[in-house]
């Protein structure tokens, strides 16, 4: 079901739109035990960048967005994605991540397990870095950076044109979320989840909305 907008609703498109074109990327670490789940929490989504130019529509139609994280079974910590796109707050809970060796994750489809991309942080454990590959006639990557309290610092900033950059993208090419509305407002129980755990690192985790408006 897509809102006005055509491709918008596929925010963070290759999130959780990737279940319709399943790619398994190379060089991904293992799966690792550990022992600090750091992904878990609140995530604010800051800017992204993308190779596919349908993916960049969706990044340029979304003004706000967050991700909660939570523990799963195992080293699965299972995401929920909120997004707004125009008028309308689309959620997503399709994704999951699962712990990696030197504190990458990797991203996957919560039912078919899937490979879709990794998640990494960017300079500290503030900022959370997805990574997401999408195969279409040939395969497309895209940047999504999340941070705890919706900022970063310019060093992030330049790093994350940097990544850009290794996509074959210009380094001004991310394009940063204007929270212009608060359409998508954290749930009781996020919220409830984020005072236990101190404040800006309480809840929050990486999915793409690719469903029907929240009630």
């Given at each position: 079901?897509?809102?006005?907008?055509?491709?918008?609703?596929?925010i963070l498109t290759?999130?959780?739109?990737?279940?319709?074109?399943?790619?398994?990327?190379t060089?991904?670490?293992?799966?690792?035990n550990?022992?600090?789940?750091?992904p878990?929490?609140?995530?604010h989504?800051?800017?992204?960048?993308?190779?596919?130019?349908?993916h960049?529509?969706?990044?340029?139609?979304?003004?706000?967005?967050?991700?909660?994280?939570?523990?799963?079974g195992?080293?699965e910590?299972?995401?929920?994605?909120?997004?707004?796109v125009?008028?309308?707050?689309?959620s997503?809970?399709?994704?999951?991540?699962?712990l990696?060796?030197?504190?990458?994750?990797?991203?996957r489809?919560?039912?078919?397990?899937?490979?879709?991309?990794?998640?990494?942080?960017?300079?500290?454990?503030d900022?959370?870095?997805?990574?997401?590959?999408?195969?279409?006639e040939e395969?497309?990557?895209?940047?999504?950076?999340y941070?705890?309290?919706?900022?970063v610092?310019?060093e992030?900033?330049?790093?994350?044109?940097r990544?850009?950059?290794r996509?074959?993208?210009?380094?001004?090419?991310?394009?940063y979320?204007?929270?212009?509305?608060?359409?998508?407002q954290?749930g009781?129980?996020?919220?409830?989840?984020?005072?236990?755990?101190?404040?800006?690192?309480?809840?929050?985790?990486?999915?793409?909305p690719?469903?029907?408006?929240?009630?």
């Amino acid at each position: 079901m897509a809102p006005p907008g055509g491709s918008a609703v596929l925010i963070l498109t290759a999130l959780l739109s990737a279940a319709a074109a399943p790619h398994k990327p190379t060089a991904l670490p293992s799966p690792a035990n550990t022992t600090v789940p750091w992904p878990l929490g609140m995530w604010h989504f800051v800017a992204g960048a993308a190779q596919l130019p349908q993916h960049l529509l969706d990044l340029l139609l979304i003004d706000h967005g967050h991700l909660h994280v939570q523990p799963g079974g195992g080293q699965e910590l299972l995401i929920t994605q909120h997004v707004a796109v125009g008028d309308r707050c689309l959620s997503n809970n399709s994704t999951s991540i699962h712990l990696g060796a030197n504190g990458t994750a990797l991203l996957r489809h919560a039912q078919t397990q899937h490979i879709l991309g990794t998640a990494t942080k960017l300079g500290s454990e503030d900022t959370l870095l997805i990574q997401h590959h999408v195969q279409r006639e040939e395969t497309y990557s895209a940047l999504y950076l999340y941070a705890r309290n919706r900022t970063v610092s310019s060093e992030q900033q330049d790093e994350l044109g940097r990544r850009a950059e290794r996509l074959g993208l210009s380094r001004g090419a991310a394009v940063y979320a204007p929270w212009r509305k608060e359409l998508c407002q954290p749930g009781e129980k996020e919220r409830a989840e984020e005072r236990k755990n101190g404040g800006a690192r309480g809840a929050a985790p990486p999915s793409v909305p690719t469903g029907s408006p929240r009630q």
